[in-house]
């Protein structure tokens, strides 16, 4: 069975700093592999999603996130934050094959301080 | 750009009460998922439907739920007789054929009195 870990609950950073979010999981063959943003009372945004190729992927928003299949990590990283960042970040694994389900972790809550 | 719509945005019912919760899903995407997200937790997929008919669906999704296409832009939610415990979020997503990254509605807050 697939499934994501999200270390994190909450980490607070300061308003230009660096963030990275940690992300692990646990599949059998080959993951798709995605990360949401939910800010307060909203929907989920695709971040940006690793299918294959290059192991760092860029995504909306000046983030980006590095699939390293020997540790079953997807870390999120941007590495100068701004307040609009202060959000909910989830990490989900899909099976490859269309029409599957995602599997969401827990979630990390950023707080941003001025 | 396309969106997944969802209607309404916050539904109250009383317990006991059936519920139909609204997605207009991306015109050309094919798979049509439903996910919940009970407040301060993990989102959850619920079901997942293709070809008029559902794919997969977890252990949540019991005899209380169905899903429905009823035309060829809705895609619907059913819950019987509500309970306390199905309030959350319901979120609707889609994908189309060929990709596998699915686009999420702003979601159903469902609060069951």
């Known amino acids: 069975a697939q499934s994501v870990t999200q270390p994190d609950i909450h980490i607070t950073v300061s308003e230009g700093a660096s963030l990275e979010l940690r992300c692990n999981y646990s599949y059998g063959a080959t993951p798709y592999l995605f990360w949401y943003v939910q800010s307060p009372g909203q929907g989920l945004q695709l971040l940006l999603k690793y299918f294959s190729g290059d192991t760092l992927v860029q995504g909306i928003k000046g983030f980006e996130a590095e699939f390293k299949r020997s540790q079953s990590s997807f870390n999120l990283r941007k590495p100068s934050v701004h307040w609009s960042d202060a959000a909910e970040y989830f990490c989900?694994?899909?099976?490859?094959?269309?029409?599957?389900?995602?599997?969401f972790g827990g979630g990390t809550r950023v707080l941003v301080k001025p | 750009e396309p969106e997944v719509t969802q209607t309404p945005s916050h539904q109250v019912t009383q317990m006991g009460q059936e519920v139909i919760l609204r997605c207009v899903p991306i015109s050309n995407h094919l798979y049509f998922y439903w996910y919940r997200q009970i407040l301060g937790q993990k989102v959850e997929f619920l079901v997942s439907f293709y070809n008029n008919e559902i794919s997969e669906k977890s252990e949540i999704f019991d005899d209380q739920f169905s899903v429905e296409r009823p035309d060829g832009s809705n895609f619907t939610l059913k819950i019987r007789s509500t309970k306390l415990e199905d309030s959350a979020m319901y979120f609707c997503a889609s994908n189309p054929q060929g990709t596998y990254e699915q686009y999420f509605g702003p979601g159903t807050r469902l609060t069951v009195t």
């Open positions: 989900a694994v899909g099976a490859q094959a269309a029409g599957n389900k995602l599997t």
